[in-house]
């Protein structure tokens, strides 16, 4: 069911246009790190127009704070973080080049447009499954804002890491998709329809 | 004679059950995630289920935390009104635990000192702690490990009277919908129903510890759990919110007397990673 999908260390132009929401990926090669303290201090810089400590342009930025690596582990249990908490910051990530960005959940209504303008992916993996996921990674290092702790920007060397396209570069949103089909074919009651907020941690 | 308890004793028990909390999922969960893998009729959501119960399988087995977020720690202590703990601050004792049961399980860092300076502890401290005075001479420790993502989308509302019980099961479905897929679904949902407003709030955490596999004993209530169950589970969130017909595990609700103007409703929300352990002292 799962496609491979090479990102050494960029996501090609080509696999951009391949992705569709909703398949299921492997992702082998390189992912960025990056979540609230990070994100913010990497849309600060380019507001300020200052050069940022890790070139963004055509990298996955995986929404993660793993735990502490046990000794003998690569890293810590490493599940995603909710994505939509980095709302204010993903036009600036995405002008910057940024080519994907991974964690779980959906996003305002909004968002999927974002993507498709500046030709981006948004990834999801499975939350709450750290423990599963971190067998996917085989190298780990810090590259900027060490001071953050598990918050610094790392690269992580993934092998066959599972993920779910949620919004393709045409701005298919499968949260919005997935959830309309299936509370037609249930007959789910018309709760008022609330948008998802801005996020939460993870 | 009292009999005497040292709060050492308190310590080690909530730094051994924090840890075990993280690594081991409850039979409840994990019982209720494989069933779901059978039973879910979106194909995704039935590989997602499928890869949560290995993911728990995995944690058990190897000995690391089952989710990244290791949570807040809320402990229940029940004491017995015949115990007299010695040997220290009792507070103090818990957070202790709290501290060590962090270091040693490998635990991430995830609270900070103040709600508005924002800055991490470093080491997981302090717990939310509720005491409750029981008859008896032991104490009820329960270690309660709450993920933001979910902890962020609970709900508390004021009904009123005439709000009844439709106004009571609006506000849960919707709460649950409001949800959707931060919340890491399949989620587990606790009502509190009654009381004042403080109480609701953690009735609704009560609730949301109990073991999914035990209905409330009142039959009403107990009806009330399965139709709101059945009413989520049409919203067709899923598994992730990638669609399905596994939106929740379970619905548990308490309740407890109110004033005769008001119904209070407090809804936490719990994700699928809802770890939590007792022991008797
Ligand atoms: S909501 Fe729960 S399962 Fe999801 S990341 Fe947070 S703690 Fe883990």
Redesign the interface.
Known sequence: ?ATELYVDPVLSLADIGRLKA?D?VLITGELLTARDAACGRLARALAAGEPLPVDLRGRIVYA???????PG?VI????P??A?RLRPYLKALLSAGMAGLMG???WPPEAAGVFQRHQGVYF?A??????????AVTAVEVVAYDDL??EAIHRLRVERF?A?V?IDAEGND??RR????????????E??R?E??A???? | MPRQLHVDAIRQAVAELLVEANYCIGDDVLDALRQAAEEEQSPLGRDILAQLVANYELARQERVPACQDTGLTIVFLAIGQDVHLVGGDLRQAVDAGVREGSKTGFLRNSVVGDPLLRRNTGDNGPAVLHIDIIPGDRVHVTVACKGFGSENKSRLAMLTPADGIEGVKRFVVETVERAGAQACPPVIVGVGIGGSFELAARLSKQAVIRPITQRHPRPDIRALEEELLEEINRLGIGPQGLGGIKTALAVNIEVYPTHIAGLPVAVNIGCHSNRHRDMWL
């Open positions: 069911m909703g299921q993660v704070g793993p735990t502490p690596a046990k582990q810590g249990s490493a599940g973080t909710t939509a779980k959940g959906d999801v499975l939350g709450g499954a750290g423990a599963l996921l971190a067998k702790g598990p599972p779910i949620a499968l949260h997935a959830r309309e089909e299936w509370r037609k074919r249930l007959g789910g009651m709760a008022r609330a998802p907020d996020g939460t941690p993870g």
